[in-house]
């Protein structure tokens, strides 16, 4: 069956960290961009960061540059998502999201998508 699985997310402090995972099973995530994305109540899916298959080209949307950090460990078949200096504007349901491509790509093009995990930044 493939799927792909987030894990790390939860309550945290304004200020503070959290590593989520996206683990990939049913297939290998060697050949495919990954994706972060997250939905605020009420807005838009919207892009985080994307690590290509190729050269592992990273992409970092505005609002997360310096803070965050896209990493993916092909032995274990994870992507990883540090993310430090938390904000309450981070508050969302964090989703990864696979697509075979050595490239990020647009949201409709991805094949793959996680079940999400939820991140609370609230003091």
């Known amino acids: 069956q493939v799927q792909l699985v987030e894990s790390g997310g939860g309550l945290v402090q304004p200020g503070g960290s959290l590593r989520l995972s996206c683990t990939a099973s049913?297939?290998?995530?060697?050949?495919?961009?990954i994706g972060w994305f997250r939905q605020a109540p009420g807005k838009e899916r919207e892009g985080v960061s994307c690590?290509?298959?190729?050269?592992?080209?990273?992409y970092y949307a505005d609002s997360v540059k310096g803070r965050f950090t896209i990493s993916r460990d092909n032995a274990k078949n994870t992507v990883y998502l540090q993310m430090n200096s938390l904000k309450p504007e981070d508050t969302a349901v964090y989703y990864c999201?696979?697509?075979?491509?050595?490239?990020?790509?647009?949201?409709?093009?991805?094949?793959?998508w996680g079940q999400g995990t939820q991140v609370t930044v609230s003091s």
């Open positions: 690590m290509g298959s190729g050269d592992d080209s990273t």
């Open positions: 049913g297939f290998t995530l060697d050949y495919y961009a």
């Open positions: 999201a696979a697509v075979r491509s050595y490239a990020c790509s647009p949201i409709p093009l991805y094949d793959y």
